[in-house]
């Protein structure tokens, strides 16, 4: 299965602004990236990319003064596979769980363990130290959260989602990472695409879309509080602790968003080759990045 992603958005600036970006589709993705999603701009921009600290291809630019559109398709691979479930993986003890996982433990700026700590012990403490415990985090979550795109709030936290039972899959994604990291279970904030491949089309514009996974026996698994259902197509663009660290983009300056459109849909591998609104052909500039894309 092959499947079309991208994004158009655009924004609007009194004066030069700095922008940091996470826009990019996750290197892990590897080979399964049959067009890359190179990052095209208009007016044409010097966009210099990197790997930043988690392992995701952040970018940076300044925007000028006036309006600045940004943009990219790409064409990824899927396996068509909806999320593995594993009942038997086991929750680690803390001693022995490679050091790569500690920092996903932690309390971070949306997700307040220490407060949370208390809710979660109660709720889930009797339960089996495996894929079940987790599980029954994702299940709590999704029931106690109402999703209310119009309420969204880009400083609500974990317990501020939790008090208020409302939020989008953000929101969402945030409390069960701190009830899990409460039960010293690594959990780790993820951002993408998500089509409606393989369920009924979702009415409302397409957005991209956050998710989390837990570290269990030997491996990361996702988890979707939200949706609470193994879905197919996932295309990671970033992880990190909360979203803090993934942003799609961090202004140092006034910078107002003015045009926001997402795609993300299943095409025919015939039609791969002749995908509408590929970087090449639309106006601006492509930057590839060497060695990492």
């Known amino acids: 299965m092959q499947i079309r992603i991208g994004y158009d958005i655009a924004f609007e600036c009194p004066q030069p602004t700095p922008m940091l970006m996470m826009l990019r589709v996750h290197p892990s993705l590897g080979d399964r990236v ?5 990052v095209a701009s208009e007016p044409a921009l010097a966009i210099d990319t990197y790997l930043d600290g988690f392992g995701n291809l952040a970018s940076r630019t300044v925007l000028p003064a006036g309006q600045t559109r940004l943009w990219a398709r790409g064409i990824v691979e899927s396996d068509g596979e909806p999320d593995p479930i594993a009942p038997d993986a086991r929750i ?7 050091e790569e996982c500690l920092v996903y433990l932690l309390g971070s700026r949306y997700c307040e363990t220490d407060h949370l700590g208390f809710i979660a012990w109660p709720l889930f403490g009797h339960l089996p130290e495996n894929w079940q415990r987790v599980q029954a985090i994702v299940d709590y979550v999704h029931n106690h959260l109402t999703f209310n795109y119009a309420l969204a709030r880009p400083t609500r936290t974990a317990l501020e989602a939790h008090g208020e039972q409302l939020g989008v899959c953000r929101d969402f994604a945030h409390l069960a990472i701190a009830l899990c990291r409460a039960m010293n279970i690594p959990a780790r904030y993820c951002t993408g695409y998500l089509g409606d491949i ?3 089309r979702d009415p409302a514009p397409m957005d991209f879309s956050a998710w ?3 570290y269990l026996g030997d ?12 879905r197919i197509g996932r295309v990671v663009m970033a992880r990190g602790r909360d979203a803090t660290d993934v ?4 202004s140092f300056g006034n910078a107002t968003l003015v045009n926001f459109s997402v ?31």
Not at 247 to 250: H, V
């Open 263 to 293: 795609v993300t849909e299943e095409i025919e591998p015939s039609s791969a080759g002749n995908a509408p609104g590929r970087p090449s052909e639309l106006l601006g500039a492509v930057h590839p990045v060497a060695g990492v894309a």
């Open 247 to 250: 942003a799609l983009t961090n």
């Open 92 to 98: 680690l003890p803390v001693q022995d769980l490679p």
């Open 219 to 230: 491996r990361w698994y996702t988890f979707d509080a939200r949706h609470n259902k193994p």
């Open 212 to 214: 989390f996974e837990a």
């Open 34 to 38: 049959i067009e890359h999603d190179y």
């Open 198 to 200: 393989g369920v009924p």
